[in-house]
């Protein structure tokens, strides 16, 4: 049987974000989340998809669960998988997700006492073209609170690399300071966060599921050791390096 057309295919895929998207919670949902130092919060997962270079289908998901306050990890998931969906900008999880909510079920399933509270998403979540990025798709779905933390800036709803976002990233002093994503209809999808001192590059943090923007920040602040929060730069780091024992003679590629 062949594939539906693309524009099929988008339809069928916008309705479903659309339907999603009504479910997002985007307030706290746990006591965890309102104690200034996040007691109660023991267990921090990450994920992420690592390909080989020129290999767009075959990949490694890569779950891991870190402790927390101490950033150790409990619990890692590495695992080959086909992805079937096509790539389209803007429909990122509906490649990714099903493979992210297995490694979930099987470690719910096996080690339930490792389960994560919340899961920080190398993607976007509310700061999206229909505000259901991959971080949304995943914590619907899963039910878990789930933050969404970019490496690069998605242009959309009227945010740009303009001279303008680029002196307000020169004027985040320190770690933990942050400006709003803010669309043209003046809605804040996201912040954009100084996530350490030693880095002036900053990541984009948004709401996935179950947590405020604020508490979101101050989360992923509080998970990082260097620029990118330690749960999904473990699961990267992870990922990868499962594809380079395995597939010694291929480069991999680092998914932005």
């Known amino acids: 049987m062949s594939a539906p057309p693309a524009e099929d295919l988008v339809a069928t895929w916008k309705s479903e974000q659309a339907r999603l998207r009504q479910q997002v919670v985007e307030e706290d949902d746990e006591v965890w989340q309102r104690d200034p130092d996040f007691r109660g919060l023991e267990r921090v997962g990450g994920v992420d998809l690592s390909f080989i270079k020129g290999d767009d289908v075959n990949a490694c998901a890569q779950l891991v669960v870190l402790s927390y306050p101490d950033l150790e990890v409990l619990y890692e998931d590495s ?11 803007g429909f990122l999880a509906f490649r990714e997700t099903p493979f992210l909510l297995e490694a ?36 619907v779905l899963s039910g878990l609170a789930c933050v969404g933390v970019a490496k690069n800036l998605l242009q959309v709803h009227g945010v740009c690399k303009s ?5 307000q990233i020169a004027a985040l002093q320190k770690g933990g300071d942050s400006f709003p994503l803010t669309a ?6 996201g912040k954009a966060l100084r996530s350490s ?3 002036s590059k900053p990541v984009y943090v948004s709401v996935g599921h179950k947590i405020s923007l604020d508490t979101a920040v101050r989360l992923t602040h509080s998970c990082c050791r260097y620029r990118v929060p330690e749960p999904i730069r473990q699961a990267d780091c992870r990922s990868r390096e499962y594809l380079r024992i395995h597939f010694p003679a291929a480069a991999t590629s680092i998914k932005e």
């Open 79 to 89: 695992q080959m998988v086909t992805l079937t969906a096509p790539y389209i900008a």
């Open 197 to 199: 001192d030693k880095s």
């Open 104 to 139: 979930l079920r099987r470690l719910k399933r096996n080690q339930p006492a490792l389960y994560p509270q919340v899961v920080l998403v190398d993607g976007n979540g509310l700061f999206h073209y229909r505000e259901f990025g991959l971080a949304c798709h995943l914590g």
């Open 184 to 189: 043209a209809s003046g809605k804040v999808l």
């Open 163 to 167: 001279e303008e976002h680029q002196s």
